[in-house]
């Protein structure tokens, strides 16, 4: 009798499983985001979703919190490589673009676009340099910007004034003057946080301010071994050797902030993604300004930044029906709106991506309340594409070991160290030309 | 009568299947057939290029072992460095932990007062998260506020970089390991040492055997079996060592403290990757029989004399 009574159980567990896929006559629309930072993002995203439904009859949105950035990935790639259904929306890292694009999991939003009335005006609202990771090298369109960030200075302006300087450093010659004239013994006079796995964001910001950045728009090009990129990871290297401004081989991302909030460090380069932390963490004068990272050029400047973030990425394997697809491209353009940027940006301070959010309410007020919200987008005038190329996750590695050997003085040839990345980021880029 | 008792047979045959069905179900899902496909895909390299997905992958024999152990390679000179790290970091945890959860059961199973609560603040770290004590040994470590360079730099040395510096990463994630199972280790040996009997000790004593003679005759024999538990524990923990590494400086500058495992996890979201992963993880799977059953075979052998 027991062994019946066993496959009734499991008979009945079946019948369980399969009544759980219930029919529904709403479209759903699934939605997977990550957080990279401690804003309640399940919170505002379910906020959206209700005002969204309310608007939108016969539409509903399902937000999925999905980790960070890594997990995000990792939880799609293995929903579709398992031959899952996968999200609908996504939200993922800008560089995660040619990985999905490459197994053909996404597809273009160009098309969504030209079908539009104002495809065109909606296109340049976005600041040109956060839609430059989202474009292909045929100029079309696959990512919408959303979480956009980038790296700044953070400065302690009160240290810098007890020291005569009444402006933040404008090239690489200044930054170190001022960095050396506050560095004492119980303090550094500007972090840079390189060490702890991921130098490339950084570095891109010295290599574009000496005149080169590492990508182009071909993702099969990858420039690391210039003279210009030689002579970024040099000078970023000297930071805490010869200079010695900072420790040896660079600061730990999750200190630099700590570091700086407690009069540690007089000067930082950290995400905007931190700037409200920040300001309201500190007991001094917080300033903001421009990456100065490079030589000085004719008007006596040397900026450049990289961007970063997030962009909306749309899947579809081919299967979705035209009112699938047509509520999809609502829910995008909704996240991209003017009204939400700017409750997104004055939420949790990443860059709002379309100009017009900042002239709407709550950014345009909170903006002109703390103007250092306004430097980290007008810095995106001298911010370029963060790095990204086919097999992105392997090259992207090649290149954090390369600098972590060279900044920790395991490689004391910078040149010879970046030819042979660079040799090896060719060969695995042969494969896609 | 005689239908009957060939009809009984058949159902008693089949009942024990039916009842470890579910069991076996699982066990062939996540851990027989992953096998066998791991061996299978580490033979393959996958469709690179556009469009990878709907590409089948190629068969290429040994060359993903090959190019492991090229250091030329960009993911042989990683696999190399991460291979090496592994057994240093086995070996370190193993010869210096488990002797430390020894010594810490030898003092801790003699009546003294607060013995409890000696017990417990030793034994405390194996509670913890592993992922939340690592993070607050990451703060420890931190090199402009952290508590070892406080220490450091009030006794006027300007402090070390414990997850900055390529030559101490992996002595950090050490130190960390070691802190988090000895007390774990202690726990094993002290039930281990209430199991021999007493009047042994007091007979080896009348015979004029001192401490050190009575715990090289006496103790570390009868020990034997749960020293071997434990040895082989400490190896299997040492392999599955991922946690740390991930609140620990990622594996460090360069990979200077990455360890199998974690690489392994590092670069499994690419498809290109996979025939490495997976041939990282046969490679993985071999060690660590390796060690254990030379483990076994050191001291069953033992056991026989």
């Known amino acids: 009798m027991n062994f019946r009574r066993t496959a009734y159980m499991m008979l009945a567990l079946f019948v369980l499983i399969a009544g759980a896929g219930y029919a529904q006559d709403d479209i759903v629309i699934d939605f997977y985001f990550p957080s990279a930072t401690a804003n309640d993002a399940e919170g505002i995203f379910q906020r959206y979703a209700d005002t969204f439904q309310e608007r939108n009859e016969g539409i509903t949105i399902n937000p999925v919190f999905t980790g960070n950035y890594t997990d995000t990935r990792n939880t799609i790639l293995t929903e579709l490589q398992g031959g ?39 296109i340049n609202d976005f600041f040109p340099a956060l839609l430059a990771n989202g474009i292909d090298e045929e100029g079309n369109i696959w990512a919408i910007p959303f979480q956009r960030s980038t790296p700044i200075l953070y400065y302690n302006a009160d240290l810098l004034a007890e020291a005569g300087y009444d402006s933040p450093p404008t090239n690489n010659a200044e930054l170190v003057e001022i960095a050396q004239a506050l560095t004492t013994d119980d303090r550094d006079g500007l972090l840079v946080p390189v060490a702890g796995g991921f130098p490339i964001w950084m570095f891109q910001s010295f290599a574009i301010a000496y005149g080169q950045n590492i990508v182009s728009e071909d993702p099969t090009e990858v420039h690391f071994n210039t003279p210009e990129a030689v002579a970024a990871v040099e000078f970023v290297r000297s930071l805490g050797t010869d200079l010695g401004v900072g420790p040896a081989g660079g600061a730990a991302w ?14 930082i380069y950290h995400t905007t993604g931190n700037l409200s932390r920040i300001l309201n963490g500190a007991d001094f004068e917080v300033g903001v300004w421009y990456l100065p990272s490079g030589p000085a050029g004719e008007d006596g400047t040397g900026y450049g930044s990289p961007t970063g973030g997030g962009n909306l990425y749309v899947f579809d394997d081919g299967s979705k029906s035209e ?8 829910w995008v353009m909704f996240l991209s709106s003017a009204e939400i940027q700017a409750d997104w ?25 703390y103007p250092q919200y306004g430097v980290a987008r007008d810095q995106l005038q001298f911010a370029r594409k963060e790095f990204s190329s086919y097999a992105t996750i392997t090259i992207q590695g090649i290149i954090n070991k390369t600098l972590e050997s060279i900044l920790t003085g395991e490689a004391e040839d910078a040149q010879a160290a970046l030819e042979a990345a660079q040799a090896q980021i060719d060969g695995i880029l042969a494969e896609y030309k | 009568m005689r239908a009957s008792s060939r009809r009984k047979p058949l159902v008693a045959l089949l009942q024990p299947y039916l009842l470890i069905a579910p069991t076996l179900v699982l066990v062939l899902m996540f851990n027989v057939v992953p096998a066998i496909r791991t061996v299978n895909d580490s033979l393959h390299k996958p469709a690179r290029g556009l469009n990878a997905a709907g590409k089948p992958p190629e068969f290429v024999g040994t060359q993903n072992f090959r190019d492991l152990f090229d250091h030329g390679h960009y993911m042989g000179s990683r696999f190399l460095r991460a291979f090496r790290n592994t057994i240093v970091f086995a070996l370190a945890t193993v010869t210096v932990g488990v002797p430390l959860g020894l010594l810490l059961a030898l003092l801790f199973n003699h009546k003294q007062p607060l013995l409890g609560v000696w017990r417990f603040a030793v034994f405390y770290p194996s509670l913890l998260p592993l992922i939340g004590a690592a993070s607050i040994w990451s703060f ?3 090199d402009s506020i952290g508590l070892a360079n406080a220490v450091l730099r009030s006794l006027g040395h300007p402090g070390l970089n414990w997850l900055g510096d390529r030559n101490l990463v992996l002595l950090s994630v050490i130190v960390v390991n070691i802190w988090k199972q000895a007390g774990y280790f202690m726990i094993f040996f002290l039930a281990g040492l209430q199991n021999i009997p007493r009047d042994l000790y007091e007979a080896a004593s009348l015979d004029g055997a001192g401490e ?12 034997r079996r749960t020293l071997l538990f434990v040895i082989v524990i400490a190896f299997i923990f040492a392999f599955q060592t991922v946690e740390q590494l991930q609140a620990l400086g990622e594996g460090g500058p360069n990979d200077s403290a990455n360890l199998l495992l974690y690489l392994i996890f590092q670069n499994i979201s690419e498809r290109r990757s996979w025939g490495y992963v997976n041939a990282m993880t046969i490679v993985l799977i071999g060690v660590v029989l390796t060690f254990t059953i030379s483990n076994f075979l050191l001291f069953e052998r033992d056991e026989n004399d």
């Not at chain 1, 709002?352 to 345009?364: G, M």
């Open chain 1, 84 to 122: 899952g259904a996968g999200p609908d929306v996504a939200v993922m890292l800008t560089i995660d673009l040619y990985s999905f694009a490459e197994e053909g999991y996404i597809i273009p939003l160009q098309g969504f676009i030209d079908a539009m009335d104002d495809g065109g005006a909606y």
């Open chain 1, 254 to 267: 999750g200190d630099t902030p700590v570091a700086f909030l407690a009069g540690q460090a007089a000067m």
């Open chain 1, 323 to 330: 009112a699938e697809l047509d509520a999809i491209w609502k």
């Open chain 1, 345 to 369: 940006g004055a939420t949790t301070g990443y860059i709002a991506a379309n100009a017009s959010a900042w002239e709407t309410e709550p950014l345009a007020s909170r903006a002109l309340e």
């Open chain 2, 140 to 142: 420890i470590f931190s």
């Open chain 2, 212 to 223: 050190m003679q009575q715990f090289a005759a006496l103790t570390l024999p009868l020990l």
